[in-house]
């Protein structure tokens, strides 16, 4: 089927398979060798010691981020960030697929590498550390690295089933925090009267939060777990840490979960006399923007595979720091379902999924299908210069608002 394509297409689609065993090595022994959020230290080497052998200007370290680098071909107006994910989950790996991730925008930036004069494009390979935990792409956003991007774009592998259509699904805020109580250690058999028991204010929050998971709506999320809450049976806990988040597809909606939320621990230190704390532990992740523009030229790359590209809503839960990318440059963070794959993300089984040859013909297709939304933005003249023109405005307004700073 894909000798059928012509023209730049077909080029896209012969520099993939140049390519194809290279990537392919590289995807896998990412799989094999999980790193942790800003701790993918041999990944991001990895990926950047290949991109820098086929001939782009590499820059490790970006925005004081030892595992973010920035990887440049070209020098055309129009710039395309094409981001790449390493990191993995904590005990299970790549459950998440991150290396296909990595193997699908490698891919695409190789294929493209040749043809950046010929489309006048800058491109901009970005890898973006702790996705998971940390929201390294907000980081790097704040910190300058997408500045002057026109379009950015990535893929996310997911269980079989869903359309791969992403026009018009988008992703859940999320906000991590820390909640800290404080009470007052005594012996808890001589003197249990004169302690402040920090755990059990940490259960009574657990137990408020279960009950309020009744009274929201069905797309919220509320997700926690207790870190620390004493250390010896015969010692009232002085000291008990929560950690939790709260997701809505909305900001508003997340704000408004959040007091909900925090409402329940101050009802735990209250009921118990312990003093509490609330720390922000992660950038909060916005809900993600889905330009319609670069989605149906995805859509018409994954329909020549074959690919189901009707309308769907989405996930019904997940988020990532991708979404704050998008609400300021053009994006697509396409979801792809791996065929065959039964299993939910964020499991065992998913990440073994993750390093199959289904997993890996998706990557590949997906590849394609990012080349190819470069080549149909980059040559229709009136997308090209919208994008161009949006990314200069964008530039000025970040230049005025420093200066105003300043």
């Known amino acids: 089927m894909l000798a059928e394509t012509t023209g730049l297409r077909s080029d896209v689609v012969k520099q993939v398979a140049s390519v194809a065993a ?3 090595q590289l995807s896998r022994t990412i799989h094999a060798d999980p790193e942790l959020s800003f701790q993918e230290h041999r990944a991001s080497v990895l990926v950047a010691a290949r991109l820098e052998e086929a001939g782009f200007a590499v820059e490790r370290g970006v925005a004081d981020l030892g595992t973010a680098f920035v990887a440049t071909a070209g020098s055309g107006p129009l710039t395309v960030a094409v981001c790449v994910e390493y990191d993995s989950l904590p005990n299970i790996g790549h459950a998440c697929g991150h290396n296909i991730i990595a193997g699908a925008s490698v891919a695409a930036a190789l ?7 010929d489309l006048d494009i800058t491109l901009r390979v970005i890898g973006t550390p702790a996705e998971e935990h940390g929201g390294g792409k ?15 774009m990535m893929t996310h592998p997911v269980q079989d089933g869903m359309s791969y259509n992403p026009e018009g699904t988008t992703s859940q805020a999320v906000g991590r925090y820390r909640a800290t109580f404080r009470g007052t250690a005594a012996h808890a058999a001589a003197a249990p009267h004169l302690g402040v028991n920090a755990a059990d204010a940490a259960v009574l929050s657990q137990v408020a939060v279960g009950l309020l998971r009744q009274q929201i709506p069905s797309d919220h999320r509320i997700a926690l777990y207790v870190s620390e809450a004493g250390f010896a049976t015969n010692i009232i806990p002085d000291t008990a840490v929560v950690e939790f988040e709260c997701r809505a597809f909305t900001l508003t909606q997340y704000e408004a979960l959040l007091v909900r939320v925090r409402r329940c621990f101050e009802a735990g230190a209250l009921a118990t006399g312990a003093t509490l704390e609330f720390e922000q532990t992660e950038p909060l992740y916005e809900p993600l923007l889905q330009d319609a523009v670069l989605c149906a030229h995805w859509n018409e790359g994954m329909a020549f595979f074959g690919r189901n590209v009707e309308r769907s809503a989405g996930l019904s839960g997940g988020s990532t720091d991708m979404g704050n990318i998008s609400q300021i440059i053009p994006s697509i963070h396409p979801w792809v379902g791996i065929p065959g794959a039964q299993v939910p993300i964020h499991s065992h089984g998913f990440a073994a999924v993750a390093d199959t040859p289904e997993a890996y013909e998706i990557m590949f297709e997906s590849a394609i299908a990012m ?3 470069v080549l149909g933005v980059s040559t229709d003249t009136v997308q090209r210069e ?6 200069q405005s964008r530039s000025t307004a970040q230049t005025t608002g420093e200066s105003d700073e300043h």
């Open 111 to 117: 294929a493209l590498l040749p043809l950046v004069d």
């Open 371 to 373: 080349a190819w939304t």
């Open 138 to 152: 907000v980081v790097l956003l704040e910190r300058g690295v997408f500045n002057g991007v026109g379009v950015a």
């Open 22 to 24: 290279d990537v392919l």
């Open 386 to 391: 919208t994008f161009i023109a949006a990314a």
